[in-house]
Every structure is written in structure tokens, then in C-alpha cells.
């Protein structure tokens, strides 16, 4: 097609001549489409995966192995293409024999230079919503009619014990709650535990001070975006109200003061063995599937320090950190420099403690209000959503990027950053704090992704240091603990009431050796990153998420976690592979990743 040609002629041009090679099953040709080194990043629709292909010889192989069951048709412009700096993007939909699905397109001299496919629902199962959705009111006359709060209460009293739930998910925080609204919505059968009290308390019982450091409009729950007036920044205490709020409204099954206490798979019966504890009451529970939502991270890192058990003062970890409210006037070392020790050490020091930040290693900065104008803004925020940007579309844009390329588009950006603040860094710099932005300069979203820590988005705690309000001794760690002090590597003796360890935490695997066995944690290795070679995130190169959302080497065994927009969006992959299987749909896995890393 001539490249003067209106995208959307050239976008449906190539849909058709990859519909053309898809139907004669010839996946040498519809890899010949792509670039080179091209990319398809697909989410469950050909590969019951998250995976993403590199290159034409990789994309030829998955679409050899999967053609036959996947059947691809009918593709199609969803509204008409643009083009911008010689790449022309495109919504598209598909179908497959089991599934409806949707994607993206980017083509650069009339081949693709990426894909994405995502799965957006089963065919035969679709979600009870808008023209489907239920009737709710039992007009007529019934002598055995339940009403709405009959049926739910029946509902809650046998699920777990004499009705067996088909899933279960250990963790109720924003990461679970969000899971199971998907799960309820395809009408699976889940029950949610988690061993606070209420949906939310995660957030109500941290530090007074901690709120969201991403904007609202990055942080909408599935379902239920927040309203118009909500904060840009909310409260824990509100986000923890909203939580509650949400698990009631979504009616989902939620069991708190429950924890669990082993698990087990039992291959004979293809089912999980858990032991809990509700309230009290050991309880059996066999669920057919079983996902670990326990966040985006593992157990708490606490390093073993010589005299640690000298201390007269207090010391926790900065997951127990209760605020600065008993601390006015005592001395405090705060060991770490990423999130949570900048506030914690923001908020002591605003309750008058004498507060020292032990840095031991760079931390990348990035201020709220840059990470809003440079970063997010032209996805997640007010103006997006007055472009026309949904938060859906929002999503899609930004899975459509494939890690690989990913510090391609972000590099440019945190340049920009570094210059437009450079004064800030300048200050923080002459204070002695040590920044990066990353091993390859690429910022605040990859460093997450590699690494999940090692990054700060200052809301105020950056002028302390730089002021020299909060203490900084950077460079160095502690070597010994004495019953009132710290001594540091370079010798410095720091007078101590409270030490706080922000040390971020292992592994999500860790709660699979905890609650499972280690023969596990190590079957389905290591959580998080995807092999990049960068600063904690060994290789090889893995291309997406280790074990996230995806099939893991345990059969039946599922990780969910990951920031609010991340829950939010894989969360409707994950539901739609769970149901899958419980309605017995095939669902042959495609380019599951060797163990490389056991933690």
C-alpha cells in the first residue's frame, strides 16, 4: 500500500494481509509482516501467557505451536488509526475460537514494529454487565421466593464450608479485593482472607502520614473508578474506607481475622489443601486454584546486625512503623532512603524527633508534581480525560510498550526531568544524598519494574535533606548496634531511641516457602523482574514480569500484586485464565520461562 495512504487504509491493510496468513496458517508470512525485530506481546488470547515475542523467528514459532488451537479471525479497525513521526498506531479487535479480543498496533514503513492481543472476554462466559446484566427484582408471585439479602446470607454461610470455593486468594488488600471483583463478575467461585480485621486495615494500621504517591487518576479499582471529587493524592484512611466500602458493594466473600496457616497441592485430586485459622476456628479449605496476593513484594528484609539484641531502645521494621507521634525528642535512625524511609523520616521529623536517614546506596528522586506533567500526565490525568483518555485505554497504551523498548521511551523523558530540575538535584547532591536515575538513565517505571525499590516521589521529604533538616549520612551502613547507638562502617557513633528498618522486602516467593514449602518457592522461583542485568534484576532476559499474573511451574498456583494500576489491569487476565479452567476450556500454555533465580 502506498505510504501515502490514510493510516487507517494502512493499518487495515496490514490487519488483512495478517488475517490473510493467520487463516491459511502460514506463520512464516505473518511473522514476514513484522519488523525484523519486531514485537507481539500478547495477554493470555494466544498463549494462556503474559509473554512477549522478539523478533520474526520467535513470533513464526509461537504462532506455529498455538495456530491450530487459537483460530484467529475477524480483524479489525476499532476506530480510525493516527499517525505521528512516521508511526502510525491503531485500536484493533479480534476473535479466536474461545475469546473476543482487543489490541494495539504500531506500524513504521508498512510492518509492525509492535502488537499487542489481549483477551477481553470468553466467548460463552461473558461478564453479567450492561445488556446482560441481571434483573436483580423476582417480579411475579413465589412462595419459596429469597430475597437479595436471603440469597447472600445462604451465600456467606456455606461458602467454605459446605460449598468449597473454587478459588482462593490469600491477601485482601487492593491487590485481592480488586481480583476477586473480576472473579465475582465471571461468577467464580472465591473466597478472600486475610488475617487483619476489615478490608483495608493494611492501610489504616500504617504510618498517619502515609498516603498514594501516584495520582487518582492511575489508581482506579476495577469497576468502580473514584468519584469526580475524590483526592488526587488519598489518604490511607480514606483509601482504606474505600476498600471496605468496595469489597461490601462488589459483594465479594471476604474472611478477615482468617489466617492461613499451610497449603498444599494434592495432585491425585488437582486440588489445594489449606489450613486456616478464622477467628479461631481451624477451618479446611480445597480450593481449586490458589492466588498468593499478598502485594507486590515478600516478607520483610530485617538485616541481622551485631549487638541488635543490645538495644534498650526500640526497633522495627518500617512495615510495623506505627508514625511519628512517641517520638518527639528521641533520636532516630532510619536505615534506607527509598519511599518508605523518606516519609517515615518526614514524619518524624514534623513530630519534633531528631531523625538521621542512613543511605547505603542511590536512590532515584523524581518529584510529584514532574512525575504528573512529564511522566503520567498524557495517560492518567485531568486533561487526559478531557483529550477523551479512558482509564482502560490508558492501561492498553501503556501494556502495549514492550519492556525491551520500554527504556527507549523514557530515557528522552528523564532527561528532560534532570534539566528541568536540575536546581533540586543540585541541592540534594551538595547535601551528599547519592542519585541515579537508573543504570541506563531511563527512571522512576523501569526501576520499579527491574527492581520494585530504589526510588523516592518526593511530596516533601527531598527539602529536609537538602535543608539538612533530616540528618543524611550516605555511603555507608551500620556496623554494630550498642544498647543506646549506632556505630557506621565510617565510624560514626549516632545516639539511637528508635532504629527503623527500611529495607525493603524479599521475594513474593518467600510467602510460598512460608505458607507452602520451599520445594515450591524454589519450583516457581523468583518474583518480579524480567532479567534485565540492571542493579538487582539479574539475567538472562526474560521480556515480562517473572511469574506475575501468569501460570507459574506449581500447577493451580497463582501470584497477583503489583502497584493499584497494575492490580487493576492484569487483574482481568488473571480472572479470565482462572475461569477458563473451571469451565474446562483447553488452555495450552505457551512459552512458559525457565527458573533462573530462586529469590
Excluded at 479485593?177 to 493494611?202: F, H, N, S
Excluded at 521494621?317 to 517520638?327: I, N, R, T, V
Aim: proline share 5%.
Amino acid at each position: 500500500m502506498p505510504p501515502t495512504s490514510p493510516p487507517s487504509a494502512q493499518a487495515q491493510h496490514w490487519l488483512d494481509q495478517l488475517n490473510q496468513a493467520l487463516q491459511h496458517r502460514d506463520p512464516a508470512a505473518a511473522a514476514a509482516l513484522f519488523e525484523p525485530q519486531g514485537f507481539w506481546r500478547d495477554l493470555v488470547t494466544f498463549t494462556w501467557n503474559i509473554k512477549t515475542l522478539e523478533g520474526r523467528e520467535a513470533i513464526q514459532a509461537m504462532l506455529t505451536a498455538t495456530l491450530a488451537q487459537v483460530q484467529p479471525s475477524n480483524w479489525r479497525l476499532e476506530e480510525e488509526a493516527t499517525e505521528n513521526d512516521g508511526v502510525i498506531e491503531a485500536w484493533i479487535c479480534f476473535d479466536t475460537a474461545v475469546a473476543h479480543g482487543r489490541g494495539h498496533l504500531r506500524l513504521r514503513q508498512g510492518q509492525a514494529w509492535t502488537l499487542l492481543t489481549t483477551m477481553v472476554e470468553l466467548k460463552d462466559f461473558p461478564e453479567k454487565r450492561n445488556a446482560q446484566r441481571p434483573r436483580g427484582a423476582e417480579h411475579g408471585i413465589n412462595r419459596q421466593r429469597q430475597t437479595w439479602q436471603e440469597k447472600r446470607q445462604q451465600e456467606e454461610a456455606q461458602l467454605g464450608y459446605e460449598q468449597q470455593p473454587y478459588c482462593l486468594v490469600i491477601g485482601g488488600g487492593q491487590g485481592g479485593i480488586g481480583l476477586g471483583a473480576r472473579l465475582r463478575q465471571l461468577e467464580v467461585p472465591t473466597l478472600i482472607i486475610d488475617k487483619l480485621e476489615k478490608p483495608g486495615d493494611a492501610w489504616r494500621r500504617r504510618y498517619k502520614s502515609l498516603c498514594l504517591h501516584d495520582p487518582v487518576w492511575y489508581d482506579h479499582m476495577p469497576y468502580l473508578p473514584f468519584p469526580d471529587h475524590w483526592p488526587v493524592f488519598a489518604p490511607k484512611d480514606k483509601v482504606g474506607d474505600w476498600l471496605e466500602m468496595y469489597t461490601k458493594v462488589m459483594e465479594l466473600n471476604y474472611w478477615g481475622s482468617t489466617e492461613c496457616i499451610s497449603a498444599h497441592y494434592d495432585e491425585q485430586a488437582a486440588e489445594w489443601v489449606v489450613q486456616v485459622n478464622r477467628a479461631g476456628e481451624p477451618l479446611t479449605l480445597r480450593p481449586k486454584q490458589l492466588v498468593l496476593a499478598t502485594g507486590m513484594s515478600g516478607i520483610a528484609n530485617i538485616p541481622d546486625i551485631r549487638g541488635q539484641d543490645s538495644f534498650v531502645g526500640e526497633q522495627h521494621h518500617s512495615s510495623q512503623h506505627p508514625g511519628g507521634e512517641a517520638y518527639g525528642g528521641k533520636h532516630v535512625v532510619v536505615l534506607g532512603a527509598n519511599n518508605s524511609a523518606h516519609d517515615i523520616c518526614a514524619a518524624l521529623w514534623e513530630h519534633g524527633a531528631d531523625v538521621t536517614m542512613i543511605q547505603r546506596s542511590s536512590t532515584h528522586i523524581i518529584k510529584s508534581d514532574t512525575l504528573m506533567e512529564k511522566v503520567l500526565g498524557g495517560l492518567y490525568s485531568e486533561a487526559a480525560v478531557q483529550n477523551g483518555m479512558t482509564t482502560y485505554k490508558a492501561d492498553l497504551t501503556f501494556a502495549s510498550i514492550p519492556f525491551k523498548v520500554m527504556p527507549e521511551f523514557h530515557i528522552p523523558i528523564y532527561k528532560e526531568v534532570a534539566k528541568q530540575d536540575a536546581d533540586f538535584y543540585q541541592s540534594l547532591e551538595e547535601a551528599g544524598f547519592m542519585l541515579d536515575f537508573g543504570d541506563d538513565g531511563s527512571g522512576l517505571f523501569m526501576k520499579y519494574l527491574r527492581r520494585a525499590s530504589g526510588y523516592y516521589i518526593d511530596v516533601g521529604a527531598s527539602e529536609l535533606i537538602a535543608s539538612g533538616d533530616i540528618k543524611l549520612k550516605s555511603r555507608t551502613t551500620i556496623e554494630q548496634i550498642l544498647p543506646h547507638s549506632v556505630i557506621l562502617t565510617d565510624g560514626t557513633e549516632l545516639p539511637a531511641d528508635l532504629i527503623v528498618y527500611a529495607t525493603g522486602y524479599g521475594s513474593m516467593n518467600g510467602w510460598a516457602a512460608r505458607i507452602i514449602s520451599q520445594e515450591v518457592a524454589d519450583k516457581v522461583g523468583k518474583c518480579w523482574g524480567m532479567g534485565s542485568a540492571t542493579s538487582k534484576d539479574p539475567g538472562p532476559w526474560e521480556g515480562e514480569l517473572r511469574n506475575m499474573w501468569k501460570p507459574t511451574h506449581q500447577p493451580a498456583l497463582w501470584f497477583h500484586g503489583g502497584n493499584l494500576h497494575q492490580s487493576r489491569h492484569y487483574s482481568q487476565y488473571l480472572a479470565l485464565q482462572i475461569k477458563a479452567r473451571m469451565e474446562g476450556i483447553a488452555t495450552p500454555v505457551y512459552g512458559m520461562e525457565d527458573v533462573n533465580h530462586l529469590s
